[in-house]
Each structure stands twice: as C-alpha cells, then as structure tokens.
C-alpha cells in the first residue's frame, strides 16, 4: 500500500476524516473544564491527568484534520475546484495554527497550581495579549479552521461527492458553537459533524482505487491516463 499512491492517499483521507473529528469529540468530553469550573486554571488542576490527555487529543485531531483537508480537496478537482483550493488551504492554516495554541494549556495549568484563580488568569492574560500572539498565532488563523471546513465540504458537495447534509451537520456542528459558552453544549455541537466526516470518510475508503484514481486530470502531453495511476507502484 505504502508503495501505490491512489491506495495510500485514499485510505489516509478517509480514515482520517473518521478519525480526526472524532478525537475532537472525545477531548472536549473527556475535558475537565467541560463540566466543573470554567476556569481552566482551576479544573485543569482538579484532574491533571484528563487535563493533559484532552490537551494531546486536541493536539493530533487538528493536525490530523490539516492532514485529511487533502483528502476532500482532491474530491474537487472536476468541479467547485477554486473555491475548494481557497477553502482546503485556509482551513489547514487554521487547523495547523489551533493545534498550536494547545501549547498554553499546560501553562495555565501550572499557574493555577501556584497561584490563586484570579492572579493566574491575569498572569495569562498579559502573555496571550502580546501583539505577537494574537496576530501571530490566533487572529484571524484559529477562526479559519471552523470557518474554512464548512465552505470546503460545500466545494465537496457542489463537487456532487456528497450530499447537502454533509456541509449543514459540519456547519451546525462547528460554527453554531460559536456563541455558546464552553461547556456541555460544545460537546453535544461538536459531536454532530462526526457523524457527516465520518460518513465522508467511509464513502472514500468503500469507493475503490479506479473511483479515486479518476478525479486525477484527463490524459494530456506528459500525463498519464486514470488507470495508469492506479496501477502505479514506486
């Protein structure tokens, strides 16, 4: 499989579309500041452990979305093209740039282990609101990851892959969660686009080689044909 690039690129993409929003769901389940105390400085030092294993499944479901994005660009390569390359590359950056914020996690668990509640949130505060952090890691990249994977899975379904109620449960999912305060809710919101990515990806690792092979551009100078690719062993 490693070998054949249509196998190994179809069955990455939809197995991680299966697996990506599905560690997204179970971090924020599994995350203490879910439940308890809404600061996190406080609930992350209630159950450290939790608070460290939703931070590394937040972690790898973002890289990994950044990674799958490909997989559902490829699905626009006959139709909805451009709005699928605008979409799939922010929505990267913004998975990419979320992962990252990740890393203030363990920092804030720390201050709230030698500092009362509200000194710790002040302390954070001053080193999240450099410049540099803002406009270098959160605004406007972060908000592209919940922005950019709706419009792409709309490119997907203009692209005739999927159906309509694909890009709503994403969009229900995601960016109607945006008003609602972190907590129970978020788990219930982002429980929702598993069921439509996850879907996604079992129609991508059930369609076969030949199907994948033959979103690849039409036989012109230099290139090779459909079947060819599928073929293909490096």
């Not at 971090?27 to 939703?54: I, K, M």
């Not at 450099?130 to 950019?148: E, R």
């Not at 059930?206 to 230099?222: I, L």
């Amino acid at each position: 499989m490693l070998n054949n690039q249509v196998t190994f690129r179809r069955i990455a993409a939809g197995t991680l579309l299966i697996v990506a929003p599905s560690l997204q769901a179970l971090a924020v389940v599994l995350d203490p500041g879910t439940w308890g105390d809404d600061r996190e400085s406080v609930s992350f030092g209630q159950n450290p452990a939790l608070a460290q294993t939703q931070s590394a499944l937040y972690h790898w479901s973002w890289l990994l979305m950044a990674v799958a994005v490909f997989g559902l660009v490829h699905l626009t390569r006959r139709r909805a093209t451009g709005l699928g390359h605008v979409a799939g590359a922010l929505t990267a950056v913004g998975y990419v740039s979320a992962s990252g914020l990740l890393m203030t996690d363990p920092v804030e668990w720390w201050l709230g282990r030698h500092h009362p509640p509200e000194q710790a949130q002040r302390i954070l505060d001053e080193m999240l609101n450099l410049p540099g952090v803002i406009y270098g890691f959160q605004l406007p990249w972060m908000f592209f990851a919940v922005l950019g994977l709706p419009v792409l899975t709309v490119a997907v379904w203009r692209a005739g892959f999927v159906g309509w109620w694909v890009p709503l449960l994403v969009t229900i999912g995601y960016v109607a969660s945006f008003p609602v305060p972190y907590g129970p809710l978020t788990a219930a919101f982002w429980t929702v686009p598993v069921a439509a990515l996850g879907w996604t990806g079992l129609k991508i690792l059930r369609m076969g080689d030949e199907a994948w092979a033959s979103y690849y551009p039409a036989t012109a100078p230099g290139l090779t044909t459909p079947d060819s690719y599928a073929n293909t062993t490096a």
